[in-house]
Antibody, heavy 120, light 105 residues
Framework: EVQLVESGGGLVQPGGSLRLSCAAS????????MSWVRQAPGKGLEFVAN????????FYLDSVRGRFTISRDNAKNSLYLQISNPRAEDTAVYYC?????????????WGQGTLVTVSS | DIQMTQSPSTLSASVGDRVTITCRAS??????LNWYQHIPGKAPNLLIY???TLQSGVPSRFSGSGSGTDFTLTISSLQPQDFATYYC????????FGQGTTVEI
């Protein structure tokens, strides 16, 4: 059974830093693109970042590029999101998701999410 | 960037109703479109990919159609567990989501 479990959320001050983790199990983690998607309070889903299976390619939402870093450790079946210099508008539930590429690209499994609150 | 616009934003319906949600892309995207269901507090769930292909395990009352710029998600007979928010998503860079359609009682 595919499982994705996020952790590391919490309260962070503007200008601070936080690292989110996503523990994957039930599939060959090293064979899949992975992604972070967020949902701010009262808002919809928003793509944040994704990363190629070997970590050699990464894509970011324009508003987080240069502040957020997505990474992975295939030996530990783990995905990470380093959040630096956060802003109030980064307050959201952050989900990790597995991406399957079959002609198109689909996010077929998601975690339950971890809440990040940016506030002083 | 390509924008994805859903309508309506909120939809009131009853169990057994046929429900249709529309998603429009700001430029043509062929059939590069996914649909997701999201219930608050739970993980989002992939329903449809490539505009019309039903994800494994998803009930057949869900269907998708469209190509180019205009797409629809249809629930043929709404069930109690279907009250949720539905999102369309562009299935390539920058993987933009629509703003969501909440189906409520």
């Amino acid at each position: 059974e595919v499982q994705l479990v996020e952790s590391g959320g919490g309260l962070v001050q503007p200008g601070g830093s936080l690292r989110l983790s996503c523990a994957a199990s039930g599939f060959t983690f090293s064979g899949f693109w992975m992604s972070w998607v967020r949902q701010a309070p009262g808002k919809g889903l928003e793509f944040v970042a994704n990363i190629k299976p070997d970590g050699s390619e990464r894509f970011y939402l324009d508003s987080v590029r240069g502040r957020f870093t997505i990474s992975r450790d295939n030996a530990k079946n783990s995905l990470y999101l380093q959040i630096s210099n956060p802003r109030a508008e980064d307050t959201a539930v952050y989900y990790c998701a597995r991406i399957v590429v079959v002609v198109t690209e689909l996010f077929d499994y998601w975690g339950q999410g971890t809440l990040v609150t940016v506030s002083s | 960037d390509i924008q994805m616009t859903q309508s309506p934003s909120t939809l009131s319906a009853s169990v057994g109703d046929r429900v249709t949600i529309t998603c429009r892309a700001s430029q043509t995207i062929s059939t590069y479109l996914n649909w997701y269901q999201h219930i608050p507090g739970k993980a989002p769930n992939l329903l449809i990919y490539a505009a019309s292909t039903l994800q494994s395990g998803v009930p057949s009352r869900f269907s998708g159609s469209g190509s180019g710029t205009d797409f629809t998600l249809t629930i043929s007979s709404l069930q109690p567990q279907d009250f949720a928010t539905y999102y369309c998503q562009l299935s390539y860079v920058p993987w933009t989501f629509g703003q969501g359609t909440t189906v409520e009682i």
